[in-house]
């Protein structure tokens, strides 16, 4: 990627009739602009599905002239694949769709969670990492600007509280996504509903089938803890929103383990043929084939297990480390391909900093964190530590 490289953001391809694909964007280098996710749009005879809604205007716009073309139904159903705002903004497209009965998903998860009070949320979750480090100081981008928030962070946290802090700095930092229609009063809580086990190709999942069977709900609970899938079988299209991001676990409600769970169950339906074409939250295209989707799929995993074992081999050779301790190692792991590869992937290109996926992914697997607050220390799981 590169800072010349011409943004996709709206643009609109026919993938199928009567399937659409409207392309999102990332955050590029130095771009102040917001990153929204791809989006879906699915007509199923009298029946029209969105799976996410992105965000801006460019999305939107691209969104009604599918639903201009489509015209009346008789079902629409909104789904959100999660509640983080990037998958959500255009969310109020449901009020214009000309339907006999409308539905708008996501798991309870999601409605109930702070997620969709975006700045709470995020204060939230850099609350819970503040514990062991400070998550402000781990950005390599912008630098001097995450400073400046610290400084003000710890100044007014002292009268105000340092969580609410965040959460005005976050409400700063996000208002770039505005505005904001997530259509809150559609929500349906789709796990109301009793679940399925469903088989794809020979894999198993607990999941929903809302209406007729023109497509699936599987939860997931990866990436989010509100994260689900959508299958087409008509068209073998799933659409995994955000767990294929290779920076993972992402932020500290993120399970690692559910994410290799489901990246691994996606690959088997892959090459059990049942997926033909994915879509994901990100990828600059929608992704064909057999061949295409399984080196995705596999890219990630892999990748994955030689960043854990770059961090094994970190402490192999040194114990009681802080996470910018454990960063400066891991980039001088010279002859790992995985090292240049996350450095170059981490904040701006993706959300989070690695020192955050670093804490996030050592808490996970059992690595111990000790010390004062925001002065933690790493040791290898079972490492005896003095007092």
């Given at each position: ?14 993938l ?30 009298r ?6 809604s ?9 969104i ?8 009346p ?8 694949t999660?509640?983080h705002?990037d ?25 109930a969670s ?30 001097i ?19 609410r ?11 770039k ?6 259509s809150?009063?559609t929500?349906?809580?789709?796990d ?36 689900v ?64 989707i399984?080196?995705?799929?596999r ?12 961090l094994?081999?970190v402490?192999?050779?040194d ?8 960063y ?30 670093m804490v ?8 111990s ?19």
């Open positions: 990627m590169n800072a010349a490289r011409q943004s996709r953001l709206g643009m609109t391809e026919r199928a009739e009567g399937l659409w694909f409207v392309h999102g964007d990332m955050p590029e280098p130095a771009s102040r602009a917001p990153d929204f996710c791809n989006v879906v749009v699915y007509r199923a005879g029946s029209l599905y969105l799976v996410d992105g965000g801006g205007a460019a999305i939107r716009g691209s009604r002239r599918i639903l201009e073309e489509v015209g139904v008789d079902s629409f159903t909104l789904i959100n999660h509640a705002l998958h959500i903004c255009n969310n109020d497209v449901i009020a214009e769709v000309q339907a006999n009965t409308k539905h708008h998903y996501l798991l309870r998860s999601g409605i702070s997620q969709l009070d975006a700045p709470g949320y995020f204060a939230e979750q850099f609350n819970r990492l503040e514990a062991v480090y400070d998550p402000l100081s781990s950005y390599r981008a912008e630098r600007k995450y400073q400046i928030a610290g400084v003000v962070r710890d100044v007014l946290g002292r009268a105000f509280g340092p969580t802090v965040m959460g005005w700095l976050f409400a700063f930092q996000l208002r996504f505005g505005p904001v229609g997530d809150r009063q929500m349906e809580a789709i109301d509903q009793p679940s399925l086990r469903i088989d794809i190709g020979g894999v198993d999942w607990d999941g929903w089938r809302p209406g007729p069977d023109d497509l699936c709900i599987l939860d997931a609970r990866s990436h989010s803890p509100c994260d899938l959508v299958y087409i079988p008509e068209h073998r299209l799933l659409c995994m929103g955000d767990i294929t991001f290779p920076l993972f676990p992402t932020w500290p409600d993120s399970s690692r383990d559910r994410t290799l769970d489901v990246l691994a169950k996606s690959l088997a339906m892959t090459q059990a043929g049942a997926v033909t074409t994915l879509a994901d939250g990100h990828g600059d295209r929608c992704f064909r084939g057999k061949a295409e399984s080196t995705l799929l890219t990630v995993l892999d990748d994955h297990s030689s960043f854990e074992a770059a094994a081999d402490f192999a050779a114990d009681g480390l802080t996470p910018a301790e454990v400066e190692r891991f980039k001088h792991l010279q002859d790992r391909p995985v090292v240049d590869k996350y450095l170059d992937l981490e904040f701006p290109r993706s959300p989070p900093s690695l020192q955050n996926v996030t992914t050592m808490l996970q697997l059992g690595y964190a000790r010390g004062p607050h925001r002065q933690q220390r790493f040791y290898r799981s079972g490492t005896a530590v003095g007092t």
